[in-house]
């Protein structure tokens, strides 16, 4: 996947959760949680960009980093929603593989960094 593709990607991502948090419930939890959950989703494409203009490659990964946890971070409130039954497990499926897959690629592109196959 090229730097562009997963920058769209990671766009894509956060679009989507706008989506979701719109259409949570208007109660109190909900909103806390669709707070965190925008948050963490729209970190994830902002800290890839960051990463993608990276000084080194201590930087790029440090970084990166930064994506793998908004990710991960994302995916556990996609599951808390899930858990508080604020939303159908089924409607959520696709975010959660997506989620799933940033952070696969996001903790490959970590170890690619770290074994110096990577410059920036």
Known sequence: MTPEEMKTRTKALGLRIF????????????????????RSATSVGANYRAACRAKSVADFIAKMRI???????????????IDANLMP??????????????????????????????TK
């Open 19 to 38: 989506r979701l948090v719109d259409s949570l419930p208007s109660t109190r939890s909900a909103d806390v949680i669709g707070r965190q959950l925008l």
């Open 67 to 81: 994506v793998e946890e908004e990710a991960d971070e994302t995916a556990y409130w996609i599951e808390v929603i």
């Open 89 to 118: 497990e089924k409607l959520l499926r696709d975010l959660q593989t997506e989620c799933n897959e940033i952070v696969s690629i996001v903790v490959a592109s970590i170890k690619t960094a770290r074994g110096g196959a990577r």
